[in-house]
């Protein structure tokens, strides 16, 4: 008999690897970048962690970990005010996101001459991947149409699926549409855009828990 659970395309289960993309103070409200609204995505990526945490599946955090004198600010002629320097307060990851002890940090960015946007940016996320045998990416974090767009489009191309948590993202809007650009582009990429909502009625949700004697 075909069990249901491991039958359901969006359960979780072994290949899979939940990634959160740069959510650090400085995109957060109050910070020196802030993506508006992006405080709201926190709840929702602490469902997913305490998802992928109680099924012993591999999460990573990713963060943007400037240099000082990054070319992406606007001192030095980039078109950012400085933010997320490494080491720095506005760089740390807040704590209402509540990453298990075994979160495996991707740093990005860390060159003052390159700007990364991609996780991929990097080969070592890449390689750590396949050393677990992941094959598909449950996607959420900051900015829409930066980090998360330029990840899913790396992760894409290098022949992973991805599963887009698209009440888990938010757009900087430099641009008003920007994010809804992207959003498209990432489905038209080939990632699946998937809400909470849809794993709660899919009956993937419920946590591991003891049975009461
Ligand atoms: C990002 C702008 C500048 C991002 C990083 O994480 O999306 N956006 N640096
Ligand atoms: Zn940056």
Same mark, same amino acid.
């Given at each position: 008999?075909?069990?249901?659970?491991?039958?359901?395309?969006?359960?979780?289960?072994?290949?899979?690897?939940?990634? $959160?993309?740069?959510?650090?103070?400085?995109?957060?409200?109050?910070?020196?970048?802030? $993506?508006?609204?992006?405080?709201?995505?926190?709840? $929702?990526?602490?469902?997913?962690?305490?998802?992928?945490?109680?099924?012993?599946?591999?999460?990573?955090?990713?963060?943007?970990?400037?240099?000082?004198?990054?070319?992406?600010?606007?001192?030095?002629?980039?078109?950012?005010?400085?933010?997320?320097?490494?080491?720095?307060?506005?760089?740390?990851?807040?704590?209402?996101?509540?990453?298990?002890?075994?979160?495996?940090?991707?740093?990005?960015?860390?060159?003052?001459?390159?700007?990364?946007?991609?996780?991929?940016?990097?080969?070592?996320?890449?390689?750590?991947?396949?050393?677990?045998?992941?094959?598909?990416?449950?996607?959420?974090?900051?900015?829409?149409?930066?980090?998360?767009?330029?990840?899913?489009?790396?992760?894409?191309?290098?022949?992973?699926?991805?599963?887009?948590?698209?009440?888990?993202?938010?757009?900087?809007?430099?641009?008003?549409?920007?994010?809804?650009?992207?959003?498209?582009?990432?489905?038209?990429?080939?990632?699946?855009?998937?809400?909470?909502?849809?794993?709660?009625?899919?009956?993937?949700?419920?946590?591991?828990?003891?049975?009461?004697?």
């Amino acid at each position: 008999m075909v069990d249901s659970v491991s039958a359901n395309p969006l359960f979780p289960g072994l290949g899979d690897a939940l990634v $959160v993309i740069d959510v650090q103070r400085d995109f957060l409200a109050g910070g020196a970048l802030s $993506v508006p609204r992006g405080d709201e995505v926190i709840p $929702v990526l602490n469902r997913y962690l305490k998802l992928f945490e109680s099924r012993s599946l591999p999460i990573f955090a990713s963060r943007d970990w400037h240099p000082r004198t990054h070319c992406s600010f606007a001192e030095q002629g980039g078109p950012w005010p400085a933010h997320c320097v490494r080491d720095s307060f506005g760089a740390e990851f807040p704590p209402e996101l509540q990453l298990p002890s075994q979160v495996q940090v991707v740093s990005k960015a860390t060159e003052p001459d390159r700007e990364a946007y991609s996780d991929f940016a990097g080969k070592d996320f890449d390689d750590r991947l396949q050393e677990r045998q992941i094959r598909r990416l449950f996607v959420g974090g900051l900015a829409t149409e930066y980090c998360v767009l330029e990840t899913v489009r790396d992760a894409v191309a290098r022949g992973y699926a991805v599963l887009l948590l698209i009440d888990a993202i938010r757009p900087l809007n430099v641009m008003p549409e920007d994010g809804r650009l992207a959003e498209e582009e990432m489905v038209r990429l080939g990632a699946v855009p998937i809400r909470w909502e849809d794993l709660v009625r899919a009956g993937c949700t419920q946590v591991a828990t003891r049975r009461p004697l």
